[in-house]
């Protein structure tokens, strides 16, 4: 695998408000699933065997699909969307889709969309509902962001049922990062301890692919494919002045997969610092005295750097929190970038450093065709576990099959790079960079 991810004896099963004992409406050709269907997390022969021998039970996921019962009665149900955190390419994507499923082929006519995130739910913010319709949605997945707009920090876990409780909302689902679906959790064992009849359903978005127990999110192969056109610009301008240096800082706040990726998209990069692989800035292996190697031997240097990266350098800053918790990275593009004029400049080496930090406008940008269908597939599951009545759950890619994952079992760890595994490998191979510690 190229994240790590270590399987052991996990809890997989998925919360169900009640048996389901409604005949879906949906078409009788529809390929249904089967409750008792299952995908393995580990399908390698090496774990069947070991499990086999152990005569223990294969750890696997519930799969994802529409089911022949559901839980809801689509003629009196009422459904809510809301959109937390960050942009991501994708994300009108998945609203749309929802909007379309449910009215389409469920025949659910109240759809209500949530605006500015979590605040949309609390009475003090004024922010009333949005009427999703599909002439509503029709073309929002032609335009970046999200038209139900966002917002970031917690917000009271009961004034959240409370508000869902008062319009009698069936199915809502949350479209955001660990962050979100930690809340959404929250949310659905609030509403399980009330006796309230809510499906609370999960849709993973965060542009850096850091979910456990998920594949991919939407919008990381369109944020990979913008990044790779950054470092192709990056390499350009490297290339169009003596000792050139281009600098490319991207996003990945712990992981960095976008930076790992795009530089294998584009072969342009000769280096890579990420969270999952500590280096040394200065001394004789360090970073700097291995780009100058670089350009002393080729004349120019393209360096890729994950926004989470080289974090040890600002350990003695005082710790500063954003709006969702989560602790604001030291800016290490800068960093670098001072740094690598600093030490040139020591050395009387006159260097072109064009530093590019794109990370806005990446996550801003529509999402592509690959990500625009796999969007939909999202929507669809989501759209059919909340109807059937399931709860406290994401929908997932796995093993190339949709599933079923508890919320708490995926926000437990965040997904990294293996630094020891195939993409870290291929990174190295393509960029040929050298251990940087000394």
């Known amino acids: 695998m190229d994240e790590v991810l270590k399987v052991k004896d996990i809890d997989t099963s998925i919360r169900c408000l009640g048996e389901p004992r409604i005949d879906s409406p949906l078409r009788s050709t529809r390929v249904f699933i089967d409750e008792a269907e299952r995908i393995l997390i580990d399908n390698t022969l090496e774990s069947v065997l070991a499990y086999s021998r152990k005569k223990k039970e294969l750890p696997c996921f519930e799969r994802a699909g529409a089911r022949k019962k559901i839980f809801f009665d689509p003629s009196k149900t009422k459904c809510g969307v809301v959109t937390c955190g960050g942009l991501c390419p994708g994300v009108n994507d998945v609203i749309r889709n929802i909007v379309l499923e449910l009215h389409h082929m469920y025949g659910v006519e109240n759809i209500y969309g949530i605006p500015y995130g979590l605040q949309g739910f609390i009475p003090e913010y004024r922010h009333s509902f949005i009427e999703l319709t599909p002439s509503f949605v029709e073309h929002i997945h032609e335009i970046g962001g999200t038209v139900l707009g ?6 009271s876990v009961p004034d959240i049922v409370d508000a869902i409780e008062r319009v009698n909302m069936n199915v809502v689902f949350f479209i955001g990062g660990d962050g979100t679906l930690k809340a959404a959790s929250a949310v659905a064992r609030e509403a399980l301890s009330r006796g309230f009849k809510c499906s609370v359903i999960g849709i993973p978005k965060t542009i850096d692919n850091d979910i456990n127990f998920i594949s991919k999110t939407f919008g990381f192969d369109t944020a990979v494919e913008e990044a ?25 706040r712990d992981s960095g997969f976008i930076a790992a990726n795009a530089a294998l998209a584009s072969r342009d990069a000769n280096f890579v610092l990420v969270p999952e692989d500590e280096f040394d800035i200065e001394g004789d292996r360090g970073f700097l005295a291995s780009l100058e190697k670089r350009l002393k031997e080729r004349g120019h240097a393209v360096v890729v750097v994950a926004e989470g990266a080289g974090q040890k350098y600002f350990e003695d800053l005082p710790q500063r929190k954003d709006a969702s918790g989560n602790v604001k990275k030291g800016d290490i593009g800068i960093l670098l970038k001072e740094k690598i004029e600093d030490y040139f400049f020591a050395k009387k080496v006159d260097i072109n450093l064009k530093y590019i930090d794109p990370s806005y406008v990446i996550r801003s940008v529509p999402a592509n065709a690959t990500d625009s269908i796999f969007c939909g597939f999202l929507a669809h599951m989501a759209v059919h576990a909340g109807m059937s009545g399931k709860t406290d759950m994401l929908i997932g890619s796995w093993n190339n099959m949709y599933v079923h994952i508890p ?9 990294k790079i293996d630094t020891e595994g195939p993409l870290w490998m291929s990174v190295k191979e393509s960029t040929g960079q050298p251990i940087m510690k000394n």
């Open 150 to 155: 966002s917002s970031r920090g917690a917000q």
């Open 228 to 252: 790779r056109s950054v470092i192709q610009c990056a390499h350009v301008e490297s290339k169009g002045a003596p000792f050139g240096i281009g600098m490319v800082k991207l996003m990945g």
């Open 407 to 415: 919320i708490e079992l995926s926000v437990k760890s965040r997904k």
